[in-house]
């Protein structure tokens, strides 16, 4: 497959994601969920830690120079984030949102739309940053990555933190 072939599927996948995320907040919920959903955002919350720890590796094996490390670490978390993705997705298709009733509703609130914001900058940077990767634009790759790299690691670890608010109101 072409370079230019897939930069023009990845900019489809990333409009797909964008416009399954913008029906699924605009559809009314269901009325109810089957049961095994309630373990969905756990699920969630441990792809998106194990992503947070696989990003940390890859950093560190790449200042190593494990250049082979590097690329099977994220490719690794790249499965996992598709993985999220449709997990998410299935989840709110089947359960809708969750509303938090807690205390701290700034920070909650300060760290969810920052997390949501970035997720959605974050994905095309991701899957661009990949693909340089893969196809050996180091160069471009290292531009692209100075970037992408603390985005997608706040959006994992807000991932975690935006569970760890909500937990005791799903279900």
Known sequence: MTRKTASRLLWIFTFVVYALVIVLHELPGPESSPSWTIYQPKLNAIINGSCFLILIFSFIAIKNRAVGLHQNLNTAAMFLS??????????????????YGGENKSLYYFILLSHIFLAGISLPMILF??????????????????????????????GVLVYLFLSPYYG
Do not use: C, E, M, Q
């Open 82 to 99: 598709l993985i999220f993705l449709l997990n998410y997705v299935l989840y709110h298709s089947l359960s809708g949102d969750t509303a």
């Open 129 to 158: 940053s990949w693909l340089r990767g893969f196809y050996g634009d180091v160069a471009g790759h290292k531009k692209l990555v100075r970037f992408t790299y603390p985005i997608w690691l706040y959006v994992t670890l807000t």
